[in-house]
């Protein structure tokens, strides 16, 4: 029941929040610091303060007190560090590569600097705790608990992917009229990584967060994005989105074989162990 409350709860904060948000959307008060803005992040936030209720009411300060003291959880190796930054980066580059291949022509790259996307991941980290208490703090270890790590990961990607479809339909949202079935796959495969990097450094939230930061701020490397997309429940992306997409299941998959059988009961404490190899 407490994971029916979260997901019920979690969905219907945020949906009424983001279409809040688009009703005061009116001209010159589309940006963050107009009214639309702070609403919007309220239900960014929601995943978070869903969790944090739910723990409290259940387990009180304590358990809080244990979810909380996950995302200080720091003291991993040094290559889950470098897996957290550089794994979405490599696929999209790999996936122009492809795309070189396949066509004869590289794909559009984005002209933003390295430099501004390292600070971009490195402040935007600490944002995704918002999102990520709730995804992988609360949600993950107890579907693994019924699941397994692996049916976990699938069943949170394609839910978590569909908490994000009202940015599909709404105007102006940077993801509109976008194909959200090639979405509901990437990022479906993109939960079976988080929740692999989740298992090895036993639950750390700062890991995941700092790999969610990474993949929302390295995405515009080689842009996938259709312009012009009118529809959003088509399976109309991109040539280079799919070659995203079946690079990611590629690597899932394998993430997949490895998770069977994971215990994944350290995933639910605050205490530093020794990662895994």
């Known amino acids: 029941m407490s994971l029916l409350a979260y997901f019920l709860l979690t969905f219907l ?42 723990t409290a009411r259940a387990e009180g300060p304590a358990g809080v007190k244990r979810l909380l003291a996950r ?3 720091w003291r ?4 889950w ?15 122009a590569l492809v795309h070189r291949v ?4 590289w794909p559009r790259f984005g002209d933003t600097p390295w430099a501004l996307i390292l600070v971009g991941i490195m402040v935007s980290t600490w944002v995704q705790a918002g999102e990520e208490l709730g995804w992988r703090g609360y949600a993950l270890p107890r579907l693994a608990a019924h699941l397994g790590l692996g049916g976990a990961s ?19 949202s940077g993801s509109t009229g976008q194909s959200f079935p090639a979405y509901l796959l990437q990022v479906t495969a993109l939960s079976v990584a988080l929740a692999w990097l989740s298992w090895k450094t036993e ?19 080689v842009p996938a994005a259709v312009d012009g997309a009118i529809a959003p429940i088509a399976f109309r992306g991109s040539l280079l989105a799919w070659i995203t997409v079946g690079l990611l299941w590629a690597v899932g998959a394998l993430l997949l074989v490895r998770m069977r059988g994971a215990d994944v009961r350290g995933m639910l404490s605050s205490d530093a162990r020794r990662p895994r190899g």
């Open 102 to 105: 396949a066509t004869d022509e």
């Open 13 to 54: 904060i945020t949906w009424a929040v983001w279409f809040a948000a688009a009703a005061l959307a009116a001209p010159g008060n589309t940006g963050f610091f107009g009214i639309r803005g702070p609403v919007f992040l309220l239900g960014v936030f929601a995943p978070a303060l869903v969790s944090l209720a739910l």
């Open 81 to 95: 560090y470098a897996f957290a930054v550089g794994y979405f980066a490599a696929i999209k580059l790999t996936a």
């Open 76 to 79: 991993v190796g040094a290559r």
């Open 154 to 172: 699938v069943l949170l990607g394609g839910m978590w992917a569909l908490w994000h479809l009202p940015l599909f339909l709404l105007p102006d």
């Open 203 to 221: 639950g750390s939230l700062l890991l995941v967060m700092l790999m969610h930061a990474s993949v929302n701020n390295t995405t515009s490397i």
């Open 71 to 73: 995302v200080g959880h």
